[in-house]
């Protein structure tokens, strides 16, 4: 009863938010949130990034060790996305970003927070971190189907990332006005972020029921499996092991979205939009069933 208790304590609060975002979505079809987007790529992405891992005991080997894991299972995601979408004679170019590129941040971060506290945050930080990177990096080149230096350039959550592990690798404390700060925005973001997704649930439409079904399978249900692998092929255990699981049964992010919206044709908009809102409606069964599992064999 306890186990059930503390899985209702975890996911209550992030799913309350994304229904609180699906009711305001409801209430106004037409409600924007370019401001939103706008504010998590600039500000609130880059805090969470700061805020996550200099505030919870992650060590440098702590973060190198599982940004090495999250490459793998990226990786992983990846090729299976290729099998999926070449398959199924999709777009592997441009579609392939909402296979290997879950939602670890918005709706990872506090799940994972709530269930293992600052240090499984801490953890979920670290995974995020590359597919945050990714996100402004690989995302956007193969919406583009093109190389651009200047993105990166561009991506304030690159510069912060690599100035976050600095001071991770030197041991040295982040000012405690910088950590004061990162912890207001970065909260705002995930709030702001999960009723922007609850928002999007009633703007994104489903145009291939079928093919979504199919290609949220390739995310939600194959992911945790995959995550389950490198878990014990790692011989992995305790508080980060089931943060690992539980990063890798996140849905699409819907950042593969907005960035397919604004570099790619309708038509592979149309199938991104898809599978991340039948991804995210998956989700609502398989991540409670992937987080009791994570809490009961992975304390």
């Given at each position: 009863?306890?186990?059930?208790?503390?899985?209702?304590?975890?996911?209550?609060?992030?799913?309350?938010?994304?229904?609180?975002?699906?009711?305001?979505?409801?209430?106004?079809?037409?409600?924007?949130?370019?401001?939103?987007?706008?504010?998590?790529?600039?500000?609130?992405?880059?805090?969470?990034?700061?805020?996550?891992?200099?505030?919870?005991?992650?060590?440098?080997?702590?973060?190198?060790?599982?940004?090495?894991?999250?490459?793998?299972?990226?990786?992983?995601?990846?090729?299976?996305?290729?099998?999926?979408?070449?398959?199924?004679?999709?777009?592997?170019?441009?579609?392939?970003?909402?296979?290997?590129?879950?939602?670890?941040?918005?709706?990872?971060?506090?799940?994972?927070?709530?269930?293992?506290?600052?240090?499984?945050?801490?953890?979920?930080?670290?995974?995020?971190?590359?597919?945050?990177?990714?996100?402004?990096?690989?995302?956007?080149?193969?919406?583009?189907?093109?190389?651009d230096f200047s993105i990166i350039a561009k991506?304030?959550?690159?510069?912060?990332i690599i100035l976050t592990v600095a001071f991770?690798?030197?041991?040295?404390?982040?000012?405690?006005?910088?950590?004061?700060?990162?912890?207001?925005?970065?909260?705002?973001?995930?709030?702001?972020?999960?009723?922007?997704?609850?928002?999007?649930?009633?703007?994104?439409?489903?145009?291939?029921?079928?093919?979504?079904?199919?290609?949220?399978?390739?995310?939600?249900?194959?992911?945790?499996?995959?995550?389950?692998?490198?878990?014990?092929?790692?011989?992995?255990?305790?508080?980060?092991?089931?943060?690992?699981?539980?990063?890798?049964?996140?849905?699409?992010?819907?950042?593969?979205?907005?960035?397919?919206?604004?570099?790619?044709?309708?038509?592979?908009?149309?199938?991104?939009?898809?599978?991340?809102?039948?991804?995210?409606?998956?989700?609502?069964?398989?991540?409670?069933?992937?987080?009791?599992?994570?809490?009961?064999?992975?304390?």
């Amino acid at each position: 009863m306890e186990l059930y208790l503390k899985l209702f304590e975890v996911l209550f609060p992030v799913f309350f938010i994304v229904g609180i975002g699906f009711f305001l979505g409801k209430k106004n079809p037409n409600l924007d949130t370019a401001f939103i987007t706008s504010y998590a790529a600039n500000f609130g992405t880059p805090a969470l990034v700061v805020f996550a891992l200099t505030s919870t005991d992650v060590t440098f080997d702590i973060f190198a060790e599982y940004f090495t894991y999250s490459l793998i299972l990226l990786s992983s995601f990846a090729l299976i996305g290729l099998i999926f979408l070449v398959l199924m004679k999709k777009d592997f170019i441009r579609e392939l970003p909402t296979f290997f590129l879950p939602n670890t941040g918005n709706m990872g971060i506090p799940i994972c927070f709530f269930a293992y506290g600052k240090l499984g945050m801490g953890v979920a930080a670290t995974i995020s971190s590359l597919v945050i990177l990714l996100h402004f990096t690989a995302n956007i080149f193969l919406a583009k189907r093109k190389f651009d230096f200047s993105i990166i350039a561009k991506s304030p959550s690159f510069y912060v990332i690599i100035l976050t592990v600095a001071f991770l690798y030197f041991g040295k404390e982040m000012p405690k006005f910088v950590l004061n700060t990162t912890m207001l925005l970065s909260y705002a973001m995930i709030v702001m972020v999960l009723m922007s997704l609850g928002i999007a649930l009633t703007q994104m439409k489903i145009f291939s029921l079928k093919d979504s079904i199919i290609t949220s399978i390739g995310r939600v249900i194959l992911g945790p499996i995959v995550g389950f692998f490198i878990i014990k092929f790692f011989n992995l255990s305790g508080f980060a092991a089931g943060v690992l699981l539980i990063q890798s049964s996140m849905p699409s992010a819907i950042l593969c979205y907005l960035v397919a919206s604004m570099y790619s044709p309708k038509k592979n908009v149309d199938n991104i939009s898809s599978t991340i809102v039948v991804s995210t409606l998956m989700s609502l069964v398989t991540v409670p069933i992937t987080v009791f599992i994570a809490l009961k064999y992975f304390a």
